[in-house]
T-cell receptor, first 115, second 113 residues
Framework: EPEVTQTPSHQVTQMGQEVILRCVPI?????FYWYRQILGQKVEFLVSFYNNEISEKSEIFDDQFSVERPDGSNFTLKIRSTKLEDSAMYFC?????????????FGPGTRLTVL | GESVGLHLPTLSVQEGDNSIINCAYS??????FIWYKQESGKGPQFIIDIRSNMDKRQGQRVTVLLNKTVKHLSLQIAATQPGDSAVYFC????????????FGKGTHLIIQP
């Protein structure tokens, strides 16, 4: 069964450093998403991406964040200058179709720890 | 702002009993609702979804009910098994072409032997 994969599973970084979280969405999917989950809290939407551009973003997704699909398979989330409060699980998701009632498949997540 | 929330943080049921997990939402424009299951250390896993033009949908051992009048969503799990232990989140999509899902806070379902 196809699945979303994410690397690394755990990333530890110093405050102020840049991090790049990587995702490989399901191969025939067209919509890609990033969510985060601070420990013990609910999952929060960050950004959606379609046709090589951001289609929607939340208030959390400020100028410190960027997304990119550098090739036909990877989808990345970059945090330029990490803050302590960026520590969270970051989930990538993908779905098959455009703005329709389609299941978003989630990856296993990357745990980001900012020291 | 708009939010999706859950009534109970923890629900404990006996193995074999039916479980009902509830969710209240506030965005009347939401057009799509999903229940996700999250096991420890894993990402959310799709359970079942329902569109706003429906009031009930059944899957294998699970049923989702949607009451748009009172903005209430519920997940019923029949004959609960130990493998059902997890945190359950309801999520909504806001309609109007919105992509991102708004998640509730989660209910931790505990199965007693």
């Amino acid at each position: 069964e196809p699945e979303v994969t994410q690397t690394p599973s755990h990333q530890v970084t110093q405050m102020g450093q840049e991090v790049i979280l990587r995702c490989v969405p399901i191969s025939n999917h067209l919509y890609f998403y990033w969510y985060r989950q601070i420990l013990g809290q609910k999952v929060e939407f960050l950004v959606s991406f379609y046709n090589n551009e951001i289609s929607e973003k939340s208030e959390i997704f400020d100028d410190q964040f960027s997304v990119e699909r550098p090739d036909g398979s990877n989808f990345t989330l970059k945090i330029r200058s990490t803050k302590l409060e960026d520590s969270a699980m970051y989930f990538c998701a993908s779905s098959a179709a455009i703005a329709s009632y389609n299941e978003q498949f989630f990856g296993p997540g990357t745990r980001l720890t900012v020291l | 702002g708009e939010s999706v929330g859950l009534h109970l943080p923890t629900l404990s049921v006996q193995e074999g009993d039916n479980s009902i997990i509830n969710c209240a939402y506030s965005n009347s424009a939401s057009d799509y609702f999903i229940w996700y299951k999250q096991e420890s250390g894993k990402g959310p896993q799709f359970i079942i979804d329902i569109r706003s033009n429906m009031d009930k949908r059944q899957g294998q051992r699970v049923t989702v009910l949607l009451n748009k009048t009172v903005k209430h969503l519920s997940l019923q799990i029949a004959a609960t098994q130990p493998g059902d232990s997890a945190v359950y989140f309801c999520a909504e999509r806001g309609g109007g072409g919105a992509d991102g899902l708004t998640f509730g806070k989660g209910t931790h379902l505990i199965i007693q032997p």
